[in-house]
């Protein structure tokens, strides 16, 4: 698995963030070109940003099974423990989402606080006729089409990631216990519908951003202000 790790030129005394990207893009895709290591260096946060299993410049194997959540648990776990990190905060968006809560539920004492962006508890792949994604007219398969032609991006494992997750619908229950959560997103984002409820069942907070959808939530100087401010408290 390839990772980021960017130390902070303004080191605080804090946990690195893990920054969890979504379905069909990278770090650099989903986190580096929207500005959040420059906003979290200013912070004085180190940054550790992998491309994961299926994205980016990280192996793509093409076995739907090697896609559930528990192996992307194991790649996160063994990546911390080669860096040598006790905890992080974590970050994610949309899959990456749905991976960070994964990674507090399995291992909650390497998570401090979690952030959950563009993320709702519905089933994103809801619809999706696994055999053919793409072929549908699911939301999903929207999504599909669009990254999957994206420049490094490997048809196949994307197809073979999104029947790995969709075998595996996210549960609610049981919810990560004893870790501060934020959920983010967009005011036209459908795919976290359902967002604020989800945070107030899980003792959290939610943050609202005017104007925005699941595309373009990330960007946000709203959001990033709101992770930076809920990651110092």
Known sequence: MRY????????????????LHGFGTSFDMNWRAAGWPRVLDT?????IG???RGHGASDKPTDSGLYLPEHFVADL???LDELGLESVDA??????SRLAWELALTAPERVRRLVLGGFGPA??????DTTGPGE???PFDHVYRTVAGLPGNDAAALAACARGQASRPFQEEPRPEGIPVLLVSGARDTVAEGARELAERCGGSHVEIPGRDHANAVSSRVFKEAVVAFLDE
């Open 4 to 19: 980021a790790d960017l130390p902070s030129q303004n080191p605080a005394d804090s946990v690195p963030v893990l920054l």
């Open 43 to 47: 912070a004085g946060r180190r940054v």
């Open 50 to 52: 992998p491309d994961l």
């Open 77 to 79: 776990l063994a990546m």
């Open 91 to 96: 970050v994610g968006y949309s899959m990456g």
């Open 123 to 128: 089933d994103a792949l809801a619809g999706l």
């Open 136 to 138: 549908g007219d699911s």
